[in-house]
Structure formats: C-alpha cells, structure tokens
C-alpha cells in the first residue's frame, strides 16, 4: 500500500505561481486530479513524479523523497501526457525497451502488452499509431514493472468512447488491486465516473478534496438547486420564500414540480420538512436537480 | 556506467532518421573532393594535408560531431521522450555516459574512417599523413561528443550553438586570433597528430602535453556537468 504525500507544495515560474502551497495525500485507489487547463495538474503531477522540484514544500513516497530520487521509480509507472515516445519504435520493441530499463525482460513486456490489449498491433511502428493507441502503449510501458503508484497526466485526451471505457476499466482494476492511482482530467464525466476520490485544483490552488458530493457538501456558500414535488407546491413556494436561505422559487407547471435555489445548504435542508410538516404539506419527491460534477467545477471555476 | 538498452535507443534515434543521411553527406564529399584532387594533380603531401586538415579536420569532425553529439540526446529532450529513461531506476550518469560513448563512436566512424579513406586516397598515406589526421579526427571526436552532449543537455538551441562553435570559433576566429587556437579541440588534436607524423605537414598552436590535458578536461567535465544537468533536468510540460 503506497501512499503519496505532497506537503505545503508550491512552485513558480519566474513571478508565475503554478502551484500554491498545495497539501493533499494520495491513498490507494482511485484518484481523479480535476482542474480547468491552465489550473497546475500537470505542474503537480510532475512534481509527483520528480520530474520538477517543488520551489517550497516537499513530495513524498511512503516517507521517501520522490525528487532526484531515481530509486523511487521501482515503485512509480508514469504516463505522460506528451506524445513523443521514440516513434521509430515498434510498440513491442518500445515496451521491451521500457522493461529492460527496469532490470526485467521480454516476459514482463509481454505481460503488460497484454493488459492493454494491444499485442494485435505490438509489431506496427508506433509512428503508424492512433492516439488511443499510443495512449496504450504508453500505458503498457507504465505497467512492466508492476508499480504500487500509477501516475497518468490527461490519460483520456484523443481517445474514442470504447477505448475510454477499457482505459478506465482498467485504471479501476488497478486501483481494486490496492493501487494508488492518480489520473488528471479536465473533464467532469471522466473524473466522475472513474474516481472513488477527487482532488480540485483551480489556478494553482487546492480547491477541494473528497468524494464529489462530499466536495458540494462543503462549498455551502454556494447556491444548491433543488427539484421538489410535493401535495401542494404554490403553498410550500409561498413558506419557503420566507425564508432567507432559499434565494429564488420557479413553479415549474410542465413538470408539475417547484424549482427551488438554496443559498444556505445547511439551513435549507432542516427548514423544507419544517416547512412541509407545518402546513400540513406532503413532500413527494426532493432531489438535488445539480448534482453533476459540471455544476460544483463551473462554481469553482468562476470562484 | 554503460547500459545497453539506452545504447540501443541512442543509435536508433541517431541513425534511423533523416540524421544519417547528413551524417553520411559530408563524408561522402570528403571522398568526392580527395578522389577529384588526386585526379587532377597527382599525389601531393602538402596538399594532402591541406584537404585533410583544412577540410575534414576543420570541418566535417566538428560537424559531425554536432550533430552527433546533439543528437544523442536533444531530440529526447525536446520532445519529451527522455521521459521514459528518467523515470527508470537508472544512474543519470550511466544515461549520460551511454550517450557519450554512442556519440563518440558515431563521430568516429562518420569521421575517422572517411579521413583515413580520403588520406589513402590522395596520397597513400605518405608521410604518415593519412594516419596522423585519422588520429586527430579519433581524439576529436571524443571531445567533440562530450562537448556537444553537453550542449544537448544544456540547450533546446544545442545545434546552432555547435554550429557557432565549430564554424565560427574554431574556423573563423581560429584564423584570425591566435588566442582563439588555444582553446580549440581542433588544435589540441592537431597537436596530437603532430606527435604522430613528426614532420612540419601537421602542426598545432598547442603542445602535446596541453593538448592532451585539455581534451582530457574538457571531456572529463563536459561529461559530469551533464550527468549533473540531467539529474535536474525539469520536463516543463505543456504549461
């Protein structure tokens, strides 16, 4: 079990701060790095991988310095972002290459050739390669070694739908076998359906951290839209307008439904039975009509 | 120190590209001008020693060590790909070491065995000619891979500025400012193929003891400075 600590990090560029002292710990399972472009994931994901030093703050694997620490990579497979991967290379010849690197042989390269399913083109020049391809092979050359750490930097970029569902199919067997995975994306669906756990990064800051209705949860100074149904909808609109946590009511006489903004998450939730119970008003159905990722991220975004 | 499978992918990314085919150009004319030379006016140490030294020594070594050189590692590092022997349980050093060893041997063979070919051809090694410049394009080559790995490590620019070096300091300045000859590895291994023909064909600015100090040094710390880079060598991303 590894375990990935990343302590007051920051780092800059000149006058840019990339990352800002950023703290979070990286445990086994799956983990999804979620940030606008620009945000910092690849700055931080290459300080993970000691790739870049951290101007203040340290890294740390399992108490280890992951900088200027070559060591450290019998424990960590890297997919990087860039495309470049000696394209003069047959897929086969790229992943043996990679295993050799690691002190292993043809048989590991073999191993993991099969773990992506690309043995059908391992023979092809990987400059003959689609990205999903590529992005596979890549994902092979990680794997040879078997790390207890799996780091990829915008893993799903270029890939069609099917080649996204076996990716992340994957990266959740991995993350099952007791793996520490850590994924970055700036796109909400994949984060949401791959990562057990999320990590917001928005222009260099740690944003927010947790399961993603846990993340929502915490952020309580921002509006929450509510879809409600209930007996008698113009009346409960009426009391809970009242109210100064709810901000806006729309009676919505198509779903025949109340479309209700809460400004005061923690209030709300206790004032709606209140409310229903005091005037005698059944509650039919209360869902969060916003629950997606995409609203908490654009929420952070414009923060 | 020396790890095969980095060996491999430097030759590969040496010799499979387009950069063979300008590596194999300047020998090749090398050979054209000595064979057309030897035509045209019979054999003749003096100017059997000219071509030699004024253009393969001048010229084609310090070119093709640039490209060499550069090449061994530059394109990795610019494109990213060196990612993928960093992030290995490898000595940056043994990395840097492989390197140099593969550059030095594809200097010397895209070199000294044109300049020992061109040599024999224009006047059958008289006088020791062909063999003495053989040695300095050997001694060179050495030098120049260490130098110019280095710039690789160092530089996205690598190639220009071993073009500079090569053309503008070594040929250009080396002519007019007599200090410039000093620090030039052409001179230091000029100095060396000197000892080797023992007449007044090859001479150096330099004598043999500072010529070879020198290229020693410069090879020694050329090539742990740029163990040292690569340890820190930051991948900038795309950001």
Known sequence: MTTLNIDHVSRWFGNVVAVNDITMTISPGVTGLLGPNGAGKSTLINMMGGFLAPSTGSVTLDGQAVWRNEQIYRQIGIVPEREAMYDFLTGREFVVANAELHGLGKKAAQKALATVEMEYAQDRKISTYSKGMRQRVKMASALVHEPSLLLLDEPFNGMDPRQRMQLMDLLRRMGDEGRTVLFSSHILEEVEQLASHIEVIVAGRHAASGDFRRIRRLMTDRPHRYLVRSSDDRALAAALIADPSTSGIEVDLQEGALRIQAVDFGRFTALLPRVARDHGIRLLAVSPSDESLESVFSYLVAA | ?239
């Open chain 2, 1 to 239: 120190m020396y790890d095969p499978t980095v060996a491999r992918l430097t030759y590969r990314g040496l010799l499979g590209r387009r950069r063979a085919l300008i590596l194999g150009a300047l020998p090749v004319l090398l050979i054209v001008i000595s064979v057309a030379v030897r035509a045209f006016t019979g054999t003749d140490d003096q100017v059997a020693a000219d071509v030699l030294g004024g253009f393969a020594l001048a010229t084609m070594v310090p070119i093709i060590g640039v490209i060499a050189g550069t090449g061994a590692i530059g394109p990795e590092i610019d494109d990213g790909s060196v990612v993928y022997l960093l992030a290995k349980p490898i000595k940056r050093p043994t990395i840097i070491f492989t390197k140099l060893i593969v550059a030095i041997a594809v200097t010397m063979a895209f070199s000294a065995i044109p300049t020992f070919l061109a040599g024999m051809i224009l006047n059958g090694n008289g006088q020791q000619i062909a063999v003495a410049y053989t040695v300095a394009a050997l001694v060179a080559s050495i030098a120049y891979a260490a130098l110019f790995l280095l710039l690789g490590t160092i530089t996205r620019h690598a190639v220009v500025f071993g073009l500079v070096y090569a053309l503008v300091w070594e040929a250009l300045f080396g002519s007019l400012v007599a200090g410039a000859r000093t620090l030039s590895v052409q001179q230091w291994s000029l100095a060396v193929a000197h000892e080797v023909t023992g007449g007044d064909l090859v001479t150096s600015d330099v004598g043999l003891a500072t010529g070879t100090v020198l290229l020693i040094a410069v090879t020694v710390v050329a090539t742990w400075f740029a163990g040292q880079k690569l340890r820190t060598l930051t991948l900038a991303g795309e950001e």
